[in-house]
């Protein structure tokens, strides 16, 4: 009786997980990765391999349309707060040498516009600030550029990189730049700025994921992970945690964990799919990410 019970537990459990979860996009030949809600949560935005092309799925109609074609435009793009455009840094190169340039896309025209010329030095991503009236770029100098929009109400001007090997806070209005350096000699990536403007969250090369006060004060060791994201509270981080045999990924889950440390959970379990990339809607509901080993889009329930 006991092992009947627990058969049907088993049972009730992979039906629990086959219905909170969704393929949104991929296979038959198209391998897609690196999905992004649009913060009004009726597209999405993904790329493909290489991170060659963007591509918007419309949750409306179910469609999928390219956007964009370009090389390296799918790494590190991000949405407009009004969803109606994407910001992204797109390449070309002379030869062996790779150039990139700031770009705008129209979700509804297609159309795109170059912020910037092309640049040999462009290590950081371009971001939205100040509510999307400005852009953020760093060419070994800081740039702002002005997109003709007004900033929102309480928008914060602050923008997070790298720089010189710290951590650096400019500010779209003042021009104020302030570093950090919340361990000596690390090397930081994936460096963001929290939904409220109060934390900072980062990973370390080799290390872990860390999250930090803008003040530079109330640093917090959130253990080994990659490509940390924010939840729209601000409270919330979730990540991926992947593993390699040295030349090839061989698994990847999905974890999220509180600022302060607390309350890690483990939100996928599974031995067919290697889970990445992952990232919240802007209502905190649901979370996306893609199975780096069919190149599948899914969406599923954050409960």
Known sequence: MKLITLFFICIASVAFAQSNLTKIAGGYGEKYMAPLYSPDGTMLAFTSDNYKGIWIYRFSDQSIKQLTDETASGFGFSWSYDSKYILSRVAEYEGIKRLNAVKVFNIETGESENLSGYHSNM?????????????????????????????????????????????????????????????????????????DASKIVFEVVGGSIYVINTSGRGLMDLGKGYRPKWAPDSRRIIYMLSEDDGHDITGSEIYVVNT????????????????????????????????????????????
Do not use: C, H
């Open 123 to 195: 290590p950081v991503l371009p971001q939205w600030t100040y509510g999307d009236s400005k852009v953020f770029a760093y060419t070994g100098s800081i740039e702002f550029y002005t997109t003709g929009r007004t900033a929102r109400r309480g928008a914060s001007p602050k923008t997070a990189f790298v720089k010189d090997n710290k951590i650096a806070l400019a500010d779209a209005v003042s021009g104020e730049v302030t570093t950090i350096e919340p361990l000596r000699k690390a090397e930081y990536i994936n460096v963001s700025l929290s939904p």
């Open 260 to 303: 302060d440390g607390t309350g890690r959970r483990k939100l996928t379990n599974s031995e067919d799919k290697i889970e990445m990339n992952p990232s919240f809607s802007a209502d905190g509901k649901n979370i996306t990410f893609d199975d780096f080993a069919e190149g599948l889009i899914y969406i599923m329930k954050f409960e």
